[in-house]
């Protein structure tokens, strides 16, 4: 499995932030900006971590987290909030 994070995060300074220093430290990011990019995501990739914040349009980080687990039971969630 490669180094790869998806970040899902729907403020988008936050998800740019993110976004550079996961970059910066090696790994390969997609970013979306709400639930419905994301399980859309999860169904086309193989991820090491899942990065997901709680509320979010499309779909809501427990509807994430339940595709994750699902798709790749030992992939990493962590969900964050304000």
């Known amino acids: 499995m490669s180094k ?4 899902v995060e ?4 936050l998800r740019i932030s993110l976004t550079d220093a996961l970059r910066a430290e ?11 990019e ?5 169904e086309e990739g193989d991820f090491s971590l899942v990065l997901t914040d709680i ?3 499309g779909a809501g ?3 994430i987290l339940q595709k ?3 798709e790749s039971p030992l992939t990493p969630v962590i969900m964050m909030t304000a």
């Open 4 to 7: 790869s994070i998806l970040v």
């Open 10 to 13: 729907d403020e988008k300074i």
């Open 26 to 36: 090696g790994y390969v990011v997609l970013a979306v900006a709400d639930g419905a």
């Open 38 to 42: 994301a399980l859309a995501a999860l």
């Open 55 to 57: 509320r979010l349009p």
């Open 61 to 63: 980080g427990t509807e």
């Open 68 to 70: 994750s687990l699902a």
